[in-house]
């Protein structure tokens, strides 16, 4: 536990010393460095421009500067100072990590994997760059590569809670249930507060309609950090889960603050709109899916949904025949089907297929929301099907 006491005690000495030395770019660095520590961002950065004002091409500094950078949720500054460094032939192994580190802020994940890659298997790399790597990777869907590199992370470092808890993550992701239980438990006996750990955890609880048991753990991850999207999107699930769908709306738009790219997010918002039947809002959620990627059953199943119950029912067909072309067992793409056999006049075949479909997986992640609609619509009815043509 960093002990605040003491470091305010050593930067009031520094400061004594810089008093009497006020041009010692070594004294500056060392000053900047404890207010960093201290979380004066404000401070640190006065006293390093102080410094590079003295000694401008310095490299430590510079590096220095770019940390700082990113402590201070600047990544973009971050990413120009240290590729700085890198064109003026700087090109030590905490550098590209730090660069890799910047990029992955910035959005930049293939950049940020090639840096990391760079010094991955270099002696004095810093011991996460392996796990930093997957990473990255993981962000660009590359779940094989992921794995490969968050392995090698623990086979030189077993009990590291941090590559326990990321390869308990992806697990969940692969589908491989059994190992992602196992190495998030390995991951909270050494830190019980192991973020993605909690939300593997609180994902198993969803799968065995634990609502209270998952919310527990989700709110545990927010507790923390509050811009883990993965927890808003699992405490949404267990919101919907409990039948409070107002909330889970409010959860999900938290979600979506902190990974807007992430589609399953947005599908489940949709159906969050569609069963407190605001088919305006579903419309333009699914519009925005279809807008990130035309291609993904899923969201034309959406789409379907959303158009046969606004009476749309020629564009309510085509974008059910596209959902099921891509995905012929897309869940909302059949639930349009089962809505649209309604309106065709064959009630009872649609009934059944609902309670078929209701019992599939709609989430990326394998999570219930499916189970979750079906308690709603057996408590609220809020789904009637189309009359059927006269």
């Not at 293939?110 to 011991?127: G, M």
């Not at 491989?176 to 198993?204: C, I, P, Q, R």
Request: charged residues 25%.
């Amino acid at each position: 536990m960093t002990d605040f006491a003491q470091i305010r005690n050593r930067l009031d000495r520094y400061k004594q010393f810089l008093a009497a030395d006020p041009r010692n770019t070594s004294l500056l660095a060392e000053v900047a460095e404890l207010r960093m520590q201290l979380g004066d961002f404000d401070g640190a950065r006065a006293a390093l421009d102080t410094a590079l004002g003295l000694s401008p091409t310095h490299p430590g500094l510079r590096s220095q500067r770019a940390v700082l950078a990113i402590a201070s949720s600047r990544p973009e500054e971050a990413v120009e100072l240290l590729q700085g460094l890198i064109a003026d032939g700087v090109d030590a192994p905490a550098v590209r990590y730090n660069f890799g580190y910047a990029l992955m802020f910035t959005g930049k994940h293939r950049e940020a994997a090639d840096q990391f890659l760079a010094v991955s298997t270099v002696a004095d790399a810093p011991s996460d760059t392996s796990l930093m790597l997957a990473r990255a990777l993981h962000h660009l869907g590359d779940l094989d590569g992921a794995m490969q590199h968050a392995k090698t992370h623990l086979e030189k470092h077993p009990n590291d809670a941090a590559g326990l808890g990321y390869m308990a993550l992806l697990s969940l992701d692969s589908t491989e249930m059994t190992a992602a239980k196992e190495y998030a438990e390995k991951a909270l006996a050494s830190d019980g507060d192991n973020s993605e750990a909690l939300v593997v955890l609180g994902s198993f609880a969803l799968e065995h309609q634990d609502e209270a048991v998952a919310k527990e753990n989700f709110e545990q991850v927010l507790a923390r950090r509050p811009n883990n999207g993965r927890a808003w999107s699992g405490l949404a699930l267990s919101e919907m889960l409990a039948l409070n769908i107002d909330r889970a709306k409010e959860c999900l738009g938290q979600a979506l603050q902190y990974m807007p790219e992430h589609i399953g997010t947005w599908h489940v918002l949709g159906w969050c709109q569609i069963v407190t039947e605001d088919l305006a809002g579903a419309q333009a959620t699914f519009a925005k899916a279809l807008a990130m990627d035309r291609n993904f059953g899923e969201t034309h199943g959406g789409v379907a949904v959303v158009a046969v119950l606004q009476g749309r029912v020629k564009e309510a067909e085509e974008a059910m025949r596209r959902a099921l072309k891509l995905d012929p067992k897309s869940f909302a793409g059949r639930f349009a089907q089962s809505l649209l056999l309604a309106h065709a006049g064959n009630p009872q075949a649609a009934q059944a297929l609902v309670q078929r479909i209701l019992r599939s997986r709609v989430t990326p992640e394998g999570q219930p929301l499916e189970e979750t609609l079906a308690k709603f619509l057996r408590t609220r009815k809020v789904l009637p099907i189309p009359p059927a043509k006269k």
